[in-house]
Every structure is written in structure tokens, then in C-alpha cells.
């Protein structure tokens, strides 16, 4: 079973930029995730989505920070502008059934730095 | 606010040792899962704690919780150096019936010396 696929792996911007992550979940997994996790911390969950619904972006920070989730497949996750403080581990993750204890399977991630 | 926490955050073991790593959180939930990281790579999964009770063990490590004292322990036997990593508890959160999601404790870095 293929896992879940992210790109890029790195990008270096300067603040103000913008940037766009990309993530493609495991086949039929109807949950997706954006978690951030910045250097020594635990990851903190960003966004996530039922299928191509938003559950629960309570933490992303909207004024700078936008996520789709096309068809309910594939999702990408922006930054417009860039701060210094954005600069982490982006970790896209998916599930397929939360009652069944199949758990989270997370991507391999994306690790930014702004300049 | 929930929190999930670890203790200790630092860990240096010498090999053949034994060692508890502490994860308390502060909300109820019946579902816990451990996760290790190696530097500069992504969240592996260890264990998911799915009930009261449970108790589940691959190799040195051992992972247990206590969902009444809102504790999951992780329990590494006879250390060697593989075992050096970072290694996350994460709570999972319900909704109410739609998908949960995980909130994560800062981490314990273990390092294994000879």
C-alpha cells in the first residue's frame, strides 16, 4: 500500500512569499490532515477534512494560512504572506476509520524555512 | 484547555537499562496512540491504545493505559542504541461521532549510550 505523498520535501522563501504544499492521501482514506511542527515540539494540528469538508480549522491561522481539498482526494495547504515564525514541518497525515483504531498515517512532510 | 504531557522531555540511557516514559493528559479520551521520530523524518506509529487497560508490546518497548488516571506509559526494556529517537504520545480527540484528531504531547528525546 502506497503511503502518504508529499512534495516538496523543502523550501527555503523570505517572509512575505508565498508558498503551497501539496499532499495526496492513501487511497480511500476519507480524513486528511495538516498538522505544524515546529523544531522540538510535538506537531499541532492545523486542518481536517471529512472527505472534501473542513472539520475542524480552528488553529489555522486564516489570515495568512488557506487549504483545499479537491474531491475529496488530493489537498494542498498555502501561506500568503510567509513570517518568520512559519518556518516548521508541515505534516500531512490520513486515516480511513476512526472507530476501527486503523490510526494516522503521516507523510513524510514538508519542511519549510523563512528567511 | 487540553493538555497532553511528557515526562521526562530528555532521556539519556545507557544501554541494558530500563526506562518509563510518562504520558498524562488532561481530557477524557479511551484512545491513545505512540508515535517515534528520527531526526529529520516523519511521525512512525508504535502502538494504538484503543481501550482501558490495554497493554500491547513489539520488541524492548511496552506501551499501557490507564484511561481512569488519564495515563499511558511506554516502558523500554534492556535499551539498546536503535532506540534512540524522539517518541510522541498523542491523545485522540472524539467529536462526537465524526473523526477524531490528535493532540500531541512535546515529545521525550532518548538518547542511548553505550
Known amino acids: 500500500e502506497a503511503g502518504v505523498a508529499q512534495s516538496p520535501r523543502y523550501k527555503i522563501i523570505e517572509k512575505r512569499q508565498s508558498v503551497a504544499f501539496w499532499c495526496n492521501p492513501i487511497?480511500?482514506?476519507?480524513?486528511l490532515y495538516w498538522y505544524q511542527q515546529i523544531l522540538g515540539q510535538g506537531p499541532k494540528l492545523l486542518i481536517q477534512?471529512?472527505?472534501?469538508?473542513?472539520?475542524?480549522d480552528s488553529q489555522l491561522p486564516k489570515d495568512r494560512f488557506s487549504a483545499e481539498r479537491l474531491k475529496g482526494v488530493d489537498s494542498t495547504l498555502k501561506i500568503q504572506p510567509a513570517k518568520l515564525e512559519d518556518s516548521a514541518v508541515y505534516l500531512c497525515?490520513?486515516?480511513?476509520?476512526?472507530?476501527?483504531?486503523?490510526?494516522?498515517?503521516f507523510g513524510s512532510g514538508t519542511r519549510l524555512t523563512v528567511v | 484547555e487540553l493538555k497532553v504531557e511528557q515526562n521526562p522531555l530528555f532521556l539519556s540511557m545507557q544501554e541494558g537499562k530500563n526506562y518509563t516514559i510518562y504520558c498524562n493528559y488532561s481530557?477524557?479520551?479511551?484512545?491513545l496512540y505512540w508515535y517515534r521520530q528520527d531526526p529529520g523524518k516523519s511521525l512512525e506509529s508504535l502502538f494504538v491504545?484503543?481501550?482501558?487497560?490495554a497493554v500491547k508490546q513489539e520488541g524492548r518497548l511496552m506501551a499501557s493505559l490507564d484511561t481512569k488516571a488519564r495515563l499511558s506509559t511506554l516502558h523500554i526494556t534492556a535499551a539498546v542504541h536503535d532506540l534512540s529517537a524522539t517518541y510522541f504520545c498523542?491523545?485522540?480527540?472524539?467529536?462526537?461521532?465524526?473523526?477524531?484528531?490528535?493532540?500531541f504531547g512535546k515529545g521525550t528525546k532518548l538518547s542511548v549510550k553505550p
Open positions: 497525515a490520513s486515516s480511513l476509520y476512526r472507530e476501527r483504531g486503523y490510526g494516522y498515517t
Open positions: 477534512f471529512q472527505n472534501n469538508g473542513v472539520v475542524d
Open positions: 491504545l484503543l481501550s482501558n487497560g
Open positions: 498523542a491523545v485522540d480527540i472524539d467529536y462526537g461521532g465524526s473523526q477524531g484528531n490528535l493532540i
Open positions: 487511497s480511500g482514506h476519507a480524513t
Open positions: 481530557t477524557t479520551s479511551d484512545r
